[in-house]
């Protein structure tokens, strides 16, 4: 989910888009390396889906306060609903969100300046503190400065507040986990893995349980169906400076196989051309250029979509139709049925793959991450401008038991 900044995404300017255990402390030497006693471990943290939102856990203060987080490639601040407004802040839902008191917490540290970010789903203002966080039962040495949101126009949002894990460059009030969980005394190294599980959440079915994960500094092999393939990150138009988990589009490509073989077709992509990645979006978002056309050789009708026509998803399971996006040196395949989502109006209804952006550029959301074991890789512990690292995205096909389920869930 992007927030708003001074930003170019080709013609488009303007748009950027529990509790610990026993908490054991992981101590940094001076020298900034770990010692033989202290092996850094990846730290994986189950996904929990809340009204279709997907989140994981964390904790924050002295004694530890458990918050639900949005985990967003999008953005890159790190914040928490505070208990007033997890109480009285516009929300859709009649719970009460997860908070985090820095006034119920003996180890919270008052900046002394606030901050607004502006999302695509609302607003929120609010004052930067630091305090301990601890993920699963390893609290970090580094205090984490995150923004504590005492106001939110965000009502559809069911989580406590965001994790960011695009780029820290500019993040608000230098509110990043990458300062003060991606180092190299905490983690074996400066990737995440995401597996966003088998079961997929629909309107019907907004809090299913999930086997799906989130891996900081590894992922998960076990899960791969084939060797990843890589492609990179390249930074900003406006600068040199990585700021989302932008790569370049070089082709796109549909395919039709019959009794007679295989037909495909080739759509034209614009130089400058990127895709970005973001886990805080469901859908996938596709130039409006080519949306007649991409829909067309899929084998739907836009203008019929267009009126409120939704297929079975019974139907795209028998479309025999793919989607290949060329990403860096990367060819991505997908079926029409792997790129929709059951939901609309019943379960046995699919919403279509794709809405139009205004936009030369591609906006890929968790109805295309699903299908992929992803590893988001930094690249280096301390990446800002070109020259830092190279990041990069890798992605795996899942193995077939890992596959999400397309139909309608049980």
Same mark, same amino acid.
């Given at each position: 989910?992007?927030?708003?900044?001074?930003?170019?995404?080709?013609?488009?300017?303007?748009?950027?888009?529990?509790?610990?255990?026993?908490?054991?402390?992981?101590?940094?030497?001076?020298?900034?390396?770990?010692?033989?006693? =202290?092996? &850094?471990?990846?730290?994986?943290?189950?996904?929990?889906?809340?009204?279709?939102?997907?989140?994981?856990?964390? +904790?924050?203060?002295?004694? %530890?306060?458990?918050?639900?987080?949005?985990?967003?490639?999008?953005?890159?601040?790190?914040?928490?609903?505070? %208990?007033?407004?997890?109480?009285?802040?516009?929300?859709?839902?009649?719970?009460?969100?997860?908070?985090?008191? &820095?006034?119920?917490?003996?180890?919270?540290? =008052?900046?002394?300046?606030? *901050?607004?970010?502006?999302?695509?789903?609302?607003?929120?203002?609010?004052?930067?503190?630091?305090?301990?966080?601890?993920i699963q039962n390893v609290s970090?040495?580094?205090?984490?400065?995150?923004?504590?949101?005492?106001? +939110? =126009?965000? +009502?559809?949002?069911?989580?406590?507040?965001?994790?960011?894990?695009?780029?820290?460059?500019?993040?608000?009030?230098?509110?990043?986990?990458?300062?003060?969980?991606?180092q190299p005394s905490i983690l074996?190294?400066?990737?995440?893995?995401?597996?966003?599980?088998?079961?997929?959440?629909? *309107?019907?079915?907004?809090?299913?349980?999930?086997?799906?994960?989130?891996?900081?500094?590894?992922?998960?092999?076990?899960?791969?169906?084939?060797?990843?393939?890589?492609?990179?990150?390249?930074? +900003?138009?406006?600068?040199?400076?990585?700021?989302?988990?932008?790569?370049?589009?070089?082709?796109?490509?549909?395919?039709?196989?019959?009794?007679?073989?295989?037909?495909?077709?080739?759509?034209?992509?614009?130089?400058?051309?990127?895709?970005?990645?973001?886990?805080?979006?469901?859908?996938?978002?596709?130039?409006?250029?080519?949306?007649?056309?991409?829909?067309?050789?899929?084998?739907?009708?836009?203008?019929?979509?267009?009126?409120?026509?939704?297929?079975?998803?019974?139907?795209?399971?028998?479309?025999?139709?793919?989607?290949?996006?060329?990403?860096?040196?990367?060819?991505?395949?997908?079926?029409?049925? *792997?790129?929709?989502? %059951?939901?609309?109006?019943?379960?046995?209804?699919?919403?279509?793959?794709?809405?139009?952006?205004?936009?030369?550029?591609?906006?890929?959301?968790?109805?295309?991450?699903?299908?992929?074991?992803?590893?988001?890789?930094?690249?280096?512990?301390?990446?800002?401008?070109?020259?830092?690292?190279?990041?990069?995205?890798?992605?795996?096909?899942?193995?077939?038991?890992?596959?999400?389920?397309?139909?309608?869930? &049980?």
């Amino acid at each position: 989910m992007w927030h708003l900044r001074s930003l170019v995404l080709g013609s488009l300017v303007g748009l950027k888009l529990v509790a610990a255990a026993d908490n054991l402390e992981v101590n940094v030497p001076r020298n900034g390396k770990s010692t033989p006693n =202290s092996k &850094p471990k990846a730290l994986t943290l189950p996904i929990k889906i809340i009204n279709t939102y997907d989140t994981i856990r964390l +904790s924050l203060g002295t004694p %530890p306060q458990p918050v639900d987080l949005l985990f967003d490639t999008g953005s890159d601040a790190l914040w928490v609903l505070d %208990p007033s407004c997890a109480k009285n802040c516009r929300s859709a839902y009649n719970f009460t969100r997860s908070f985090y008191d &820095p006034h119920a917490s003996s180890t919270s540290l =008052s900046a002394n300046t606030s *901050e607004t970010v502006d999302y695509l789903g609302g607003t929120i203002v609010g004052n930067v503190w630091s305090d301990k966080l601890r993920i699963q039962n390893v609290s970090l040495p580094l205090p984490q400065r995150f923004i504590s949101v005492n106001n +939110s =126009s965000w +009502s559809s949002l069911a989580a406590g507040g965001f994790v960011g894990l695009s780029f820290k460059t500019n993040s608000p009030g230098r509110t990043s986990i990458y300062d003060t969980l991606f180092q190299p005394s905490i983690l074996p190294d400066h990737r995440t893995g995401i597996y966003l599980g088998k079961t997929l959440s629909t *309107e019907f079915n907004p809090n299913p349980t999930t086997n799906g994960v989130v891996t900081f500094g590894g992922s998960e092999e076990n899960k791969y169906g084939t060797a990843l393939k890589w492609a990179n990150v390249i930074p +900003s138009p406006m600068s040199s400076e990585y700021e989302l988990w932008r790569v370049p589009v070089y082709g796109v490509m549909t395919t039709k196989n019959s009794v007679n073989g295989a037909v495909s077709k080739s759509l034209g992509v614009q130089a400058g051309t990127s895709a970005i990645f973001d886990t805080g979006a469901t859908s996938i978002s596709a130039p409006e250029a080519i949306i007649d056309a991409l829909y067309k050789f899929l084998g739907l009708n836009y203008t019929a979509i267009q009126h409120g026509y939704r297929p079975l998803c019974s139907e795209l399971l028998a479309l025999n139709t793919s989607l290949t996006l060329t990403f860096d040196a990367i060819n991505i395949t997908l079926t029409t049925a *792997e790129l929709s989502t %059951p939901g609309y109006t019943e379960d046995k209804y699919c919403w279509p793959p794709f809405i139009p952006w205004k936009s030369q550029n591609w906006l890929i959301g968790k109805n295309y991450l699903k299908s992929f074991y992803t590893v988001w890789d930094l690249g280096g512990w301390n990446v800002s401008v070109i020259g830092d690292a190279i990041p990069r995205i890798g992605f795996s096909y899942l193995k077939d038991e890992y596959r999400p389920n397309l139909s309608a869930n &049980p």
